[in-house]
C-alpha cells in the first residue's frame, strides 16, 4: 500500500540516479532484502515509478528497505530525509551514534534499551520489522576509530543531581525520578543477569525465551543504574557489566537474525566498554563485530575490525584472549577467499592458544573458548576455502567431546562436518551427521543454526532423489517452516 505526496518525489529520483539505479533494480533489491527479512513484497518498476513521478509513499518498512537497498550500493547509510521519505514512519537512529561524552553515552544507550521494549509491545517483531535490511556495515566505522584513538573515558564520576556524567563535561541526559547511589553490590548482579544468559545463549539459543529477557534486565535494571550517582571506580564497574549484557542482547539478536538490533547493540556495547576503560572487552565487541560483518557478506570489514580489536590489545588482553582475536581475524581471512592470510591468522590464534595457562587473568565471558573452539572455527575456515580434508581433520577434533553446555555450537559443528563429508564423496557419512545436527536444531531457537542446515539441503540437492536425502530433508521440514 501507499500514500500520496504533492508532485513528485525529485530527492528519490536523484539519489537513484546518482546510485546508477535503475527503477526495476530498486524494486528487485527492495523485494530481496524484504525475502531476507520473511517478507513477501511484489513491487516492480511501475511501483517505483510511482514512488518518484507521482511521490507515493510505501508504507510499512518499504521506506528503509529502499533506503537500505540504494546505501548499500552507494556503500553508505542513506537517511530517509535524502530521498523524500521523511515523513514516512522514520528508522530511529536510535543506537547508531558513538558520543564522545560519557553523559551523551549514557543517554544513547538507555533510549536504545527503551526502544527495544517498546519493539517487543507492538508484536510481530515491533520496531526491528520496520527496520527490516538496515544493517549497514558502514555504521561501524567511527565507533571503531573512536575506540582506537580514545578507547578509555577520564572519568565516568556521576551525580544524578547534575545532568551529566563524566565529571566536568557537564552534558548528558536530563536527570527524572529517584537515582539511587550505585554500589558494587547492584553492579555484582548485573554480572550474574550476564552470566546466566551466557549459559542460557549457548544451550538453548539466542531465541530461546530466557535468553529474551536480557533487553528486559537492560531496560528495568541497568538503565536506571546508568542515571544513578556513582564514583568512578563503580562507575567503570557498572559500565563495563552493562557493556558485557548489551553485547549479549547484540550476540542473541545476531543469532535469531535480527541483524539491525544487534549492530545497534554492538555499537553501544562498544561505547560502554570505552567507559569501563576495559580494553579487552572493547576488543571482544570489536570481535562480535566483525563476526556479524563477515556472516552479512563484508570479510574485508570483518578483516578491519578483528585487527582493530587485535592492535590495541598488545600487552594488554591475555594469551587466550588474543588468541580468539586472531581466530575472528582468519574467519574473515577466510570468507574472503584469502587463503595464505587465514592460515598464518590461524597459526598464530593456535599459537596463542598454546602459550595460555590455567591462572591466566582471563575474563568470564571468554568461558567458552577452548582448543574445541579453535578446532570448530578452523574447520569453517577451511569450509570456506574449499579444503574438505582440513575440514574433517578439524571437525574430528571439535566434535570429540560433546557437551550439553554448548548445544548451538555442537549442532553448527554437526553441519560443517557433513559439509566436509559430502565434499569428499561420503553421502551416507553427510546424511548420518545432517540427521544429528537437524535433531540438535529442532531442540534450540537459533536462526543461524537453522540457516547452516537450510544450506546443508541446497548442497545435497544434486542427490535430492537418494532416499537419504529425502529421509533428511523431511526431518528437516519442520525446523525450516517453523519461525526462528
Known amino acids: ?71 548499500q550500493k552507494l556503500g553508505r547509510p542513506v537517511p530517509l530525509h535524502e530521498i523524500g521519505l521523511a515523513d514516512a514512519d522514520p528508522a530511529p537512529e536510535v543506537g ?41 556495515v558502514s555504521a561501524y566505522a567511527t565507533p571503531a576509530s573512536r575506540w582506537l584513538i580514545t578507547p578509555a573515558d577520564p572519568s565516568v564520576e556521576r551525580e544524578a543531581g547534575r545532568h551529566g556524567a563524566g565529571g566536568a563535561s557537564g552534558h548528558g541526559p536530563p536527570d527524572s525520578g ?55 571506580e563503580v562507575g567503570r564497574a557498572l559500565f563495563g557489566a552493562t557493556s558485557e549484557l548489551t553485547r549479549l542482547a547484540g550476540w542473541m539478536a545476531f543469532d535469531t537474525g535480527q541483524q539491525e538490533a544487534a549492530q545497534r547493540y554492538y555499537i553501544q556495547a562498544l561505547r560502554l566498554a570505552r567507559a569501563a576503560a576495559d580494553v579487552p572487552l572493547g576488543g571482544y565487541v570489536l570481535a562480535s563485530m566483525s563476526l556479524q560483518a563477515t556472516y552479512r557478506g563484508f570479510a574485508d570489514e570483518g578483516v578491519d575490525l578483528a585487527q ?110 557433513a559439509v566436509a563429508e559430502l565434499e569428499s564423496g561420503n553421502l551416507d557419512a553427510a546424511c548420518a551427521a545432517g540427521t544429528r545436527a537437524v535433531e540438535v536444531a529442532g531442540r534450540i531457537s537459533s536462526a543461524r543454526t537453522t540457516e547452516y542446515v537450510r544450506d546443508l539441503l541446497h548442497r545435497l540437492e544434486p542427490y535430492g532423489h537418494e532416499p537419504r536425502v529425502m529421509e533428511l530433508r523431511e526431518r528437516a521440514r519442520p525446523l525450516l517452516v517453523t519461525p526462528a
Open 1 to 71: 500500500m501507499s500514500r500520496e505526496q504533492r508532485g513528485p518525489n525529485e530527492k528519490l529520483g536523484a539519489v537513484l540516479a546518482l546510485a546508477g539505479i535503475s527503477n526495476a533494480g530498486l524494486a528487485r533489491r527492495v523485494n530481496d532484502l524484504g525475502a531476507q527479512r520473511g517478507l513477501t513484497l511484489r513491487y516492480d518498476k511501475t511501483s517505483v515509478a510511482r514512488w518518484v513521478s507521482k511521490g507515493m509513499v510505501p508504507q510499512g518498512a518499504a521506506p528503509h528497505l529502499i533506503a537500505a537497498a540504494i546505501g
Open 178 to 232: 529517584e537515582h539511587a547511589r550505585v554500589g558494587h553490590s547492584d553492579v555484582a548482579k548485573l554480572r550474574e543477569a550476564a552470566e546466566d544468559a551466557r549459559k542460557w545463549d549457548s544451550k538453548y539459543g539466542g531465541g530461546d525465551w530466557r535468553s529474551s529477557m536480557v533487553p528486559e534486565c537492560l531496560r528495568v535494571d541497568a538503565a536506571p543504574l546508568l542515571l544513578g550517582s556513582y564514583s568512578d
Open 308 to 417: 582493530a580489536a587485535l592492535e590495541r590489545n598488545r600487552g594488554l588482553a591475555t594469551a587466550r584472549t588474543m588468541s580468539f582475536f586472531r581466530l575472528v581475524e582468519a574467519r574473515a581471512h577466510a570468507k574472503a577467499g584469502d587463503g595464505p592470510a587465514a592460515a598464518a591468522a590461524l597459526k598464530s590464534a593456535e599459537g596463542w592458544l598454546e602459550r595460555s595457562r590455567e591462572g591466566d587473568a582471563d575474563p568470564t565471558w571468554l568461558g567458552f573458548y577452548s582448543y574445541d573452539r579453535f578446532c570448530a572455527d578452523a574447520a569453517e575456515c577451511y569450509r570456506d576455502l574449499g579444503m574438505p580434508r582440513e575440514v574433517r581433520r578439524f571437525t574430528e577434533q571439535a566434535l570429540s567431546r560433546p557437551t550439553e553446555e554448548f548445544v548451538r555450537s555442537h549442532g553448527l559443528r554437526l553441519v560443517v562436518s
Open 96 to 136: 547508531l551514534a558513538f558520543p564522545r561524552d560519557v553523559g551523551e553515552a549514557v543517554r544513547a544507550a538507555t533510549d536504545l534499551y527503551r526502544l527495544d521494549l517498546a519493539g517487543r509491545r507492538a508484536g510481530g517483531g515491533g520496531i526491528w520489522q520496520s527496520l527490516a535490511g538496515s544493517f549497514s
